[in-house]
């Protein structure tokens, strides 16, 4: 696939541009547990930001093809800054499935950027006057630092008394983000915990968690075949592969960098790159980032049509994406692992790049959406026609 919007190619080639730069404050990042403002500030000027708003507020509504592009692009250069920007654009997708009231608030400026709390740890109860009242603690908000608006899950009672989960959507204002993020890997997310206190939130700003895995809320204009009605956890999931793809990539390169002028220490070997081991090594992870890539091909495919058509992938065929990008994300780890084993001994030092890819890749690995067990089971069970036993599809 290529892009053939002029506009996003744009912004692809301006975020290739900005690769060193972005790299050479992952540093800055992790000392600091939050990606410098330098490098918001560059990714919102080269467009980005505006890559998933909706074209008649003024976005660029990219294809889900373009969006991961851009994502391994800005992966490849940072571990940290590719993470948040993960999150950022998929919520602010995810603000296309709110009612037009919503969106309208959301997008007005065309370039905006949402973090998200899945987990329903908050209550939302009816306010007098209309309205919800939110109240909670959401941990590990991804990019709340940075972020104008945030997407909070909470309980809110049913008509039978039964806690429902629903997305509430507030400003980032309205909460208060804790300093708290002090983790071994993804240091530079800054994916602190959030809270809300008594925090007023219009009806508008309030819809069904399920609808939204669904893609069935009301009260919008942006529904049927426009091309952009991907179905969300699909569509996180292209979007969290095309990130550890974009850490191999990127792992890969500091590794090749490295070789020049480098032995193996105890050996006869003065010239690393002259030794077969070396050899095997390099070309297995290049074609586990390959391997990789090419069924990245089907699931982008395979969302587009429905997108195209209007239509939402089945039960199978969501999990089919769960399991076939969880894949990718192994085979993205295991080469950066190979490439790290690869390294010597002074890869470890904080100086040497690589060792915070290697650290960056097998934390977020763990992350509960991208989990290789998880996903395998989802898709095992679709494979042996069982039921899937999640509505994350």
């Not at 972005?22 to 490098?39: F, K, T, V, Y």
């Not at 890869?347 to 959406?369: E, K, N, T």
Request: charged share 20%; glycine share 10%; net charge negative.
């Amino acid at each position: 696939m290529t892009t053939t919007d002029s506009a996003v190619a744009s912004v692809l080639d301006e975020v290739t541009s900005l690769a060193a730069t972005l790299r050479e404050n992952g540093p800055e990042a992790e000392q600091r547990r939050w990606i410098p403002e330098a490098n918001v500030e560059l990714l919102d000027k080269a467009g980005v930001f505006r890559l998933t708003v909706p074209r008649r507020f003024g976005g660029l509504e990219a294809p889900a093809a373009d969006q991961t592009r851009v994502l391994t692009e800005i992966a490849r250069a940072d571990t940290a800054t590719g993470w948040v920007s993960m999150i950022w654009l998929g919520s602010v997708w995810m603000i296309s499935l709110f009612p037009d009231r919503a969106q309208e608030e959301v997008y007005a400026g065309g370039s905006v950027r949402v973090s998200t709390g899945f987990t329903p740890s908050g209550t939302l109860t009816p306010a007098e006057g209309g309205g919800y009242t939110l109240n909670g603690t959401w941990k590990w908000l991804t990019g709340c630092r940075g972020a104008q608006w945030a997407i909070l899950a909470g309980l809110l009672e049913g008509p039978d008394g039964t806690p429902v989960p629903h997305a509430a959507l507030v400003p980032v204002s309205d909460i208060t983000i804790a300093d708290d993020w002090h983790a071994a890997a993804a240091a530079g997310t800054g994916s602190s915990s959030v809270t809300a206190v008594d925090v007023t939130v219009p009806a508008h700003r309030v819809v069904g968690l399920m609808d939204v895995l669904a893609g069935s809320t009301g009260d919008r204009s942006n529904t049927g075949a426009d091309g952009r009605n991907y179905a969300l956890i699909p569509l996180l999931m292209a979007h969290g592969s095309a990130v550890f793809l974009g850490m191999a990539k990127g792992a890969l390169e500091l590794f090749l960098e490295r070789l020049p002028g480098r032995g193996i220490t105890y050996t006869s070997w003065t010239d690393q790159s002259q030794s077969p081991v070396t050899q095997i090594q390099a070309a297995t992870a290049a074609n586990k980032i390959a391997a990789a890539e090419a069924l990245q091909e089907g699931w982008l495919t395979l969302l587009q049509r429905h997108a195209d058509a209007g239509t939402q992938p089945s039960a199978e065929e969501r999990s089919e994406v769960r399991g076939r990008a969880a894949f990718a994300i192994q085979l993205a780890k295991e080469a950066v692992d190979g490439l790290y084993e690869a390294s010597g001994a002074s890869v470890i030092m904080r100086d040497v790049p690589l060792q915070r890819f290697h650290r960056d890749v097998r934390g977020l690995a763990l992350h509960a959406l991208y989990a290789f067990n998880s996903n395998m089971e989802v898709h095992g069970r679709s494979i042996l026609g069982l039921a899937p036993d999640t509505p994350f599809l």
